[in-house]
């Protein structure tokens, strides 16, 4: 009897750590699961960063194949303000922003003489997964296909999303890590030369 009495107090005992452990990793989930959904949005790169492609200084040139099967050359779109995107379809914060980003196409780009230009990093994605996420969010702004590394290298592109503002002289004004919305979207432009 007295044996019986020491197993279940041992059990109860085992039982209290579990519960207690179990709301202790739930308010941790919970706690992060909030700051995931609060969506932070991006963060400046400043111009002494060791990210930092060049502020102030010429975007790099390059020519890229489109999702629809032209190509398009960045400088070619001098003279109008580009948010130039660096993106994959697994990206979870890039799932987030593209429809502010659509939308932001939508509403503004052409009274705002901005392109959006939207690069997959296809070299480490699949050009069928790439044409359900813009069809599954209606993208509608060009999609440019890196299929094979250097670019991103040229763009220092160690996380996505990757965003650069580059004014209607062609220079990088903003380089942003991380998610963008709307309203940052527009911030960025109104202030964009």
């Known amino acids: 009897m007295n044996n019986k009495k020491k197993v279940i107090s ?7 750590v579990v519960i207690a452990v179990t709301t202790f990793i739930n308010k941790k989930l919970d706690i992060n699961k909030n700051t995931l959904d609060d969506n932070i949005p991006g963060y400046e790169v400043k111009s002494d960063s ?3 492609v060049g502020l102030g200084k ?3 040139d390059f020519t890229l194949k489109t999702l629809d099967g032209n190509t398009m050359t960045l400088s070619d779109l001098k003279g109008k303000k580009v ?4 993106w994959a379809s697994w990206c979870p914060p890039c799932k987030d922003e593209m429809p502010y980003f659509q939308e932001y196409y939508k509403k503004y780009a052409k009274k705002d003489n901005v392109e959006i230009v939207a690069v997959n990093l296809t070299f480490n994605d699949n050009l069928t997964n790439v044409e359900n996420f813009v ?3 209606d993208l509608t ?5 890196m299929e094979e590394e250097g670019l991103n290298l040229t763009y220092k592109i160690y996380t996505i999303p990757s965003t650069f503002m580059i004014n209607t ?8 890590l991380g998610p963008l919305d709307l309203d940052t979207l527009r911030d960025y432009i109104t202030n964009l030369e």
Request: hydrophobic share 50%; proline share 12%.
């Open 135 to 137: 069809k599954s969010y």
């Open 141 to 145: 702004f060009p999609i440019l296909l």
């Open 50 to 52: 060791p990210q930092s």
């Open 10 to 16: 041992a059990l109860l005992i085992i039982a209290l």
């Open 169 to 176: 002289k062609g220079e990088i004004e903003k380089q942003i």
């Open 83 to 86: 948010i130039l995107n660096f």
């Open 58 to 60: 010429p975007a790099p």
